[in-house]
Protein backbone atom coordinates (compact mmCIF):
# COMPACT_ATOMS: atom_id res chain seq x y z
CA UNK A 1 0.00 0.00 0.00
CA UNK A 2 1.24 3.50 -0.94
CA UNK A 3 2.19 6.46 1.39
CA UNK A 4 -1.16 8.38 1.75
CA UNK A 5 -1.04 12.03 1.70
CA UNK A 6 -3.03 13.85 4.12
CA UNK A 7 -3.78 17.38 2.57
CA UNK A 8 -5.23 18.95 5.64
CA UNK A 9 -2.47 18.29 7.77
CA UNK A 10 0.14 19.33 5.56
CA UNK A 11 -1.03 22.57 4.66
CA UNK A 12 -1.93 22.82 8.60
CA UNK A 13 1.45 22.26 10.10
CA UNK A 14 2.59 24.70 6.91
CA UNK A 15 0.66 27.36 7.84
CA UNK A 16 1.49 26.42 11.99
CA UNK A 17 5.13 27.31 10.67
CA UNK A 18 4.99 30.11 8.78
CA UNK A 19 3.32 31.55 11.41
CA UNK A 20 6.72 31.86 13.71
CA UNK A 21 9.18 34.10 12.20
CA UNK A 22 12.43 32.43 11.94
CA UNK A 23 14.85 34.74 9.80
CA UNK A 24 17.93 32.58 9.88
CA UNK A 25 19.68 33.16 13.34
CA UNK A 26 16.45 33.82 15.17
CA UNK A 27 15.57 29.74 15.50
CA UNK A 28 14.69 30.17 19.84
CA UNK A 29 11.13 30.53 18.87
CA UNK A 30 10.23 27.96 15.97
CA UNK A 31 12.63 25.27 17.21
CA UNK A 32 9.93 25.70 20.38
CA UNK A 33 6.89 25.44 18.01
CA UNK A 34 8.98 21.97 16.20
CA UNK A 35 9.53 20.30 19.25
CA UNK A 36 5.48 20.91 21.02
CA UNK A 37 4.69 19.62 17.09
CA UNK A 38 6.72 16.77 17.32
CA UNK A 39 5.89 15.71 20.57
CA UNK A 40 1.92 16.42 19.20
CA UNK A 41 2.96 13.08 16.85
CA UNK A 42 4.49 10.84 19.70
CA UNK A 43 8.17 11.41 19.37
CA UNK A 44 10.57 12.90 21.32
CA UNK A 45 13.08 15.56 19.65
CA UNK A 46 16.24 16.40 20.45
CA UNK A 47 17.89 19.69 20.21
CA UNK A 48 21.47 20.87 18.38
CA UNK A 49 23.28 23.28 21.05
CA UNK A 50 23.62 25.57 17.98
CA UNK A 51 19.66 25.20 17.32
CA UNK A 52 18.44 22.29 15.15
CA UNK A 53 15.58 19.77 16.31
CA UNK A 54 16.71 15.52 15.28
CA UNK A 55 13.78 12.97 15.92
CA UNK A 56 14.86 9.34 15.74
CA UNK A 57 12.19 7.19 13.61
CA UNK A 58 13.64 3.99 14.64
CA UNK A 59 14.58 1.15 12.20
CA UNK A 60 18.44 -0.56 12.58
CA UNK A 61 21.04 -0.34 10.94
CA UNK A 62 22.94 1.97 8.01
CA UNK A 63 21.75 5.32 9.51
CA UNK A 64 19.87 8.19 6.60
CA UNK A 65 19.37 11.23 7.70
CA UNK A 66 16.78 13.59 5.82
CA UNK A 67 16.94 17.08 6.53
CA UNK A 68 14.44 20.17 5.70
CA UNK A 69 15.17 23.56 7.51
CA UNK A 70 12.85 25.92 8.79
CA UNK A 71 15.04 29.23 8.66
CA UNK A 72 13.74 31.97 6.42
CA UNK A 73 15.95 34.44 4.46
CA UNK A 74 15.37 37.93 5.91
CA UNK A 75 17.02 41.16 6.59
CA UNK A 76 19.39 42.54 9.40
CA UNK A 77 19.17 46.09 10.68
CA UNK A 78 22.53 47.74 9.41
CA UNK A 79 22.28 51.10 10.57
CA UNK A 80 19.77 53.39 11.71
CA UNK A 81 19.16 56.46 9.00
CA UNK A 82 19.32 59.76 10.05
CA UNK A 83 15.34 60.35 9.23
CA UNK A 84 15.20 57.58 11.97
CA UNK A 85 14.32 54.71 8.43
CA UNK A 86 16.34 51.63 8.86
CA UNK A 87 19.28 50.72 6.34
CA UNK A 88 19.22 46.65 6.24
CA UNK A 89 21.23 44.19 4.60
CA UNK A 90 20.24 40.73 3.38
CA UNK A 91 20.19 37.73 5.95
CA UNK A 92 20.86 34.86 2.97
CA UNK A 93 19.94 35.21 -0.16
CA UNK A 94 17.52 37.49 0.18
CA UNK A 95 17.55 40.75 -3.12
CA UNK A 96 16.41 44.04 -3.06
CA UNK A 97 14.00 43.45 -6.27
CA UNK A 98 12.13 40.95 -4.74
CA UNK A 99 11.16 42.52 -1.14
CA UNK A 100 10.87 46.07 -1.99
CA UNK A 101 6.98 47.55 -0.62
CA UNK A 102 6.76 44.09 1.66
CA UNK A 103 5.53 44.40 5.07
CA UNK A 104 7.81 43.32 7.91
CA UNK A 105 8.48 42.86 12.03
CA UNK A 106 12.02 43.87 13.28
CA UNK A 107 12.87 41.85 16.42
CA UNK A 108 15.02 43.73 18.54
CA UNK A 109 17.50 41.97 20.80
CA UNK A 110 15.45 42.91 24.27
CA UNK A 111 12.50 40.80 22.62
CA UNK A 112 10.17 43.95 21.19
CA UNK A 113 8.47 43.68 18.18
CA UNK A 114 7.92 46.14 15.77
CA UNK A 115 5.96 46.61 12.17
CA UNK A 116 6.88 48.48 9.22
CA UNK A 117 7.57 48.22 5.51
CA UNK A 118 10.30 47.88 2.73
CA UNK A 119 10.22 50.83 0.51
CA UNK A 120 12.28 52.96 -2.23
CA UNK A 121 14.02 55.79 -1.78
CA UNK A 122 12.53 58.43 -2.54
CA UNK A 123 9.45 56.70 -1.58
CA UNK A 124 6.86 58.36 -4.00
CA UNK A 125 7.00 57.56 -7.61
CA UNK A 126 5.06 60.70 -7.98
CA UNK A 127 8.16 62.85 -7.00
CA UNK A 128 10.84 60.68 -8.06
CA UNK A 129 13.18 62.35 -10.99
CA UNK A 130 12.98 60.39 -14.23
CA UNK A 131 16.34 58.95 -13.80
CA UNK A 132 16.08 57.54 -10.79
CA UNK A 133 12.72 55.39 -11.56
CA UNK A 134 14.76 53.17 -13.98
CA UNK A 135 17.48 52.70 -11.01
CA UNK A 136 17.73 48.86 -9.40
CA UNK A 137 16.79 48.63 -5.75
CA UNK A 138 19.93 48.54 -3.82
CA UNK A 139 19.77 47.99 0.00
CA UNK A 140 22.74 49.77 0.48
CA UNK A 141 21.55 53.01 -1.47
CA UNK A 142 18.20 53.57 -1.71
CA UNK A 143 16.31 50.83 -0.18
CA UNK A 144 15.54 51.57 4.02
CA UNK A 145 12.87 50.14 6.18
CA UNK A 146 10.38 52.68 7.07
CA UNK A 147 8.70 52.36 10.58
CA UNK A 148 4.90 52.02 11.73
CA UNK A 149 5.75 54.50 14.24
CA UNK A 150 6.15 58.38 14.42
CA UNK A 151 9.91 58.90 14.41
CA UNK A 152 11.64 61.57 12.36
CA UNK A 153 15.77 60.97 13.32
CA UNK A 154 18.00 58.08 14.47
CA UNK A 155 17.37 58.90 18.18
CA UNK A 156 13.99 59.08 18.14
CA UNK A 157 14.27 55.33 16.46
CA UNK A 158 17.22 53.85 18.84
CA UNK A 159 14.60 55.06 22.05
CA UNK A 160 12.30 52.75 20.79
CA UNK A 161 15.00 49.84 20.99
CA UNK A 162 15.89 49.29 17.76
CA UNK A 163 19.33 49.23 16.58
CA UNK A 164 22.42 47.49 14.43
CA UNK A 165 21.78 43.84 14.26
CA UNK A 166 18.35 43.69 14.99
CA UNK A 167 16.13 41.09 12.97
CA UNK A 168 13.75 41.99 10.44
CA UNK A 169 11.04 39.09 9.20
CA UNK A 170 9.08 39.36 6.28
CA UNK A 171 5.44 38.85 5.96
CA UNK A 172 4.99 35.12 4.27
CA UNK A 173 0.95 36.24 2.91
CA UNK A 174 -0.04 32.72 2.76
CA UNK A 175 -2.60 31.65 0.28
CA UNK A 176 -4.18 28.60 -1.04
CA UNK A 177 -5.90 28.99 -5.01
CA UNK A 178 -7.19 26.20 -6.59
CA UNK A 179 -4.47 23.78 -5.51
CA UNK A 180 -1.69 26.32 -5.95
CA UNK A 181 0.30 27.37 -2.52
CA UNK A 182 1.45 31.04 -2.71
CA UNK A 183 3.70 32.23 0.37
CA UNK A 184 7.03 33.35 1.18
CA UNK A 185 9.19 30.54 2.61
CA UNK A 186 7.50 27.27 0.48
CA UNK A 187 11.29 27.36 0.98
CA UNK A 188 11.50 25.48 3.03
CA UNK A 189 8.73 24.73 5.38
CA UNK A 190 6.57 23.37 3.12
CA UNK A 191 8.91 20.41 2.94
CA UNK A 192 9.41 19.94 6.57
CA UNK A 193 5.57 20.08 6.78
CA UNK A 194 5.92 16.90 4.94
CA UNK A 195 8.51 15.52 7.02
CA UNK A 196 6.23 15.98 10.08
CA UNK A 197 3.54 14.02 7.54
CA UNK A 198 5.74 11.37 7.19
CA UNK A 199 6.12 11.23 11.05
CA UNK A 200 2.15 10.76 11.57
CA UNK A 201 1.79 8.51 9.25
CA UNK A 202 4.68 6.04 10.68
CA UNK A 203 3.66 6.77 14.07
CA UNK A 204 -0.57 5.82 13.05
CA UNK A 205 0.50 2.89 11.30
CA UNK A 206 3.11 1.64 13.39
CA UNK A 207 5.58 1.10 10.19
CA UNK A 208 8.82 -0.59 11.10
CA UNK A 209 11.55 1.53 8.74
CA UNK A 210 14.08 -1.49 7.64
CA UNK A 211 17.30 1.07 8.19
CA UNK A 212 17.85 3.73 10.75
CA UNK A 213 16.21 7.23 10.24
CA UNK A 214 16.76 10.59 11.77
CA UNK A 215 14.69 13.45 10.33
CA UNK A 216 16.86 16.78 11.10
CA UNK A 217 15.33 19.85 10.92
CA UNK A 218 18.23 22.36 10.11
CA UNK A 219 18.23 26.27 11.13
CA UNK A 220 21.15 27.51 9.48
CA UNK A 221 20.74 26.20 5.63
CA UNK A 222 19.89 30.17 4.44
CA UNK A 223 23.60 30.49 5.51
CA UNK A 224 25.20 27.31 4.30
CA UNK A 225 25.97 25.35 7.92
CA UNK A 226 22.51 24.07 8.78
CA UNK A 227 23.46 19.96 8.70
CA UNK A 228 27.31 20.57 9.12
CA UNK A 229 27.32 18.25 12.31
CA UNK A 230 25.33 15.11 11.74
CA UNK A 231 24.69 12.28 14.24
CA UNK A 232 26.60 9.55 14.80
CA UNK A 233 27.45 7.09 12.40
CA UNK A 234 25.45 8.34 9.02
CA UNK A 235 26.15 7.06 6.05
CA UNK A 236 23.40 9.23 3.84
CA UNK A 237 21.91 12.43 3.77
CA UNK A 238 18.63 13.19 1.66
CA UNK A 239 17.48 16.75 1.74
CA UNK A 240 14.44 17.82 0.99
CA UNK A 241 14.23 21.19 -0.53
CA UNK A 242 12.49 23.10 -3.12
CA UNK A 243 13.14 22.13 -6.48
CA UNK A 244 13.09 25.93 -8.81
CA UNK A 245 11.28 26.67 -11.81
CA UNK A 246 12.56 28.59 -14.91
CA UNK A 247 13.08 28.80 -18.77
CA UNK A 248 15.50 26.06 -19.04
CA UNK A 249 14.50 24.13 -16.22
CA UNK A 250 12.63 20.75 -16.15
CA UNK A 251 10.50 21.24 -12.93
CA UNK A 252 6.92 21.89 -12.76
CA UNK A 253 5.49 22.75 -9.64
CA UNK A 254 3.12 19.58 -9.64
CA UNK A 255 6.09 17.63 -9.74
CA UNK A 256 8.79 16.31 -7.57
CA UNK A 257 12.34 16.93 -8.94
CA UNK A 258 15.15 14.76 -8.48
CA UNK A 259 18.31 16.67 -8.15
CA UNK A 260 21.47 15.66 -9.99
CA UNK A 261 23.53 18.28 -10.18
CA UNK A 262 23.35 22.25 -8.02
CA UNK A 263 26.56 25.08 -8.19
CA UNK A 264 28.65 23.12 -5.64
CA UNK A 265 28.81 19.27 -7.46
CA UNK A 266 27.01 16.60 -8.76
CA UNK A 267 24.64 14.30 -6.44
CA UNK A 268 26.02 10.99 -5.71
CA UNK A 269 25.30 8.99 -8.84
CA UNK A 270 24.13 5.54 -6.92
CA UNK A 271 22.07 7.62 -3.96
CA UNK A 272 20.88 9.40 -6.73
CA UNK A 273 20.00 6.48 -8.68
CA UNK A 274 17.69 5.02 -5.99
CA UNK A 275 15.69 7.75 -5.74
CA UNK A 276 14.73 7.49 -9.60
CA UNK A 277 13.87 3.53 -8.64
CA UNK A 278 11.85 4.44 -5.85
CA UNK A 279 10.20 7.14 -8.02
CA UNK A 280 9.40 4.31 -10.89
CA UNK A 281 8.34 1.86 -8.81
CA UNK A 282 5.68 4.12 -6.87
CA UNK A 283 4.73 5.45 -9.90
CA UNK A 284 5.79 8.80 -8.70
CA UNK A 285 5.44 12.02 -11.16
CA UNK A 286 9.48 12.70 -11.36
CA UNK A 287 11.59 14.75 -13.54
CA UNK A 288 14.97 15.08 -13.42
CA UNK A 289 16.91 18.47 -12.65
CA UNK A 290 20.26 20.30 -12.34
CA UNK A 291 20.26 23.93 -10.42
CA UNK A 292 22.69 26.30 -11.29
CA UNK A 293 24.42 28.97 -10.78
CA UNK A 294 23.22 29.63 -7.61
CA UNK A 295 21.53 26.76 -5.37
CA UNK A 296 22.60 24.09 -3.08
CA UNK A 297 21.36 22.58 -0.33
CA UNK A 298 21.88 21.09 3.40
CA UNK A 299 23.37 17.71 1.65
CA UNK A 300 25.83 19.62 0.27
CA UNK A 301 27.22 21.13 3.98
CA UNK A 302 27.17 17.54 5.00
CA UNK A 303 29.63 16.64 2.65
CA UNK A 304 31.41 20.02 2.52
CA UNK A 305 32.22 19.34 6.47
CA UNK A 306 33.91 16.00 5.63
CA UNK A 307 31.09 13.72 6.42
CA UNK A 308 31.87 10.17 4.48
CA UNK A 309 28.53 10.15 3.52
CA UNK A 310 26.50 9.51 0.05
CA UNK A 311 24.26 12.60 -0.41
CA UNK A 312 20.81 13.20 -2.44
CA UNK A 313 18.76 15.53 -2.76
CA UNK A 314 14.82 16.03 -3.90
CA UNK A 315 11.80 18.36 -3.66
CA UNK A 316 8.42 19.99 -5.07
CA UNK A 317 8.92 22.53 -8.02
CA UNK A 318 8.30 25.85 -6.70
CA UNK A 319 8.17 28.68 -9.16
CA UNK A 320 9.49 32.52 -7.86
CA UNK A 321 12.29 30.96 -5.62
CA UNK A 322 13.67 33.22 -2.37
CA UNK A 323 10.51 35.54 -3.98
CA UNK A 324 6.43 35.25 -3.29
CA UNK A 325 7.07 31.41 -4.08
CA UNK A 326 4.76 29.35 -5.49
CA UNK A 327 4.21 25.70 -5.73
CA UNK A 328 0.79 22.99 -6.36
CA UNK A 329 -0.41 20.56 -3.80
CA UNK A 330 0.18 17.54 -6.25
CA UNK A 331 4.04 19.09 -6.31
CA UNK A 332 3.94 18.76 -2.52
CA UNK A 333 2.45 15.10 -3.10
CA UNK A 334 4.39 13.59 -5.03
CA UNK A 335 7.42 14.74 -2.80
CA UNK A 336 6.05 13.23 -0.06
CA UNK A 337 5.17 10.16 -1.98
CA UNK A 338 8.60 9.44 -3.35
CA UNK A 339 9.77 10.10 0.55
CA UNK A 340 7.91 7.39 1.82
CA UNK A 341 9.15 5.09 -0.98
CA UNK A 342 12.30 5.93 -0.33
CA UNK A 343 12.22 5.25 2.85
CA UNK A 344 11.07 1.91 2.95
CA UNK A 345 13.15 0.61 0.49
CA UNK A 346 15.24 -2.38 1.81
Not at 8 to 34: K, M, N
Not at 96 to 102: G, I, L, Q, S
Not at 167 to 190: H, M, Q
Amino acid sequence: MGAAFNEDYCLEAFQRLLAVDSTTGQYEEIQTLLCDMIRELGYEPVTTHKGGVLVDLGGEGNPLAVTAHVDDIGLMVRHVNADGTLNVCAVGGLYPFYCVTENVRIHTRAGKVFTGAICRTPNSIHVTEEELRSVLPDFRSNVCVVLDQDVKSAEETRALGIDTGDIIALEPRYRYENGYIKSRFVDDKACAALLLLAMKEIKEKKIKLPRQVWFYFAMFEEIGHGTTWLPEDVKDVLAVDIAPTGPQQNSDERKVSIFAKDSRFPYHWAMTNELIDAAKEAGVDYVMDIFTPHYGTDADGSVMAGYDIRHAAMGPGTANSHGYERTHVEGLRNTYELLMAYLMRK
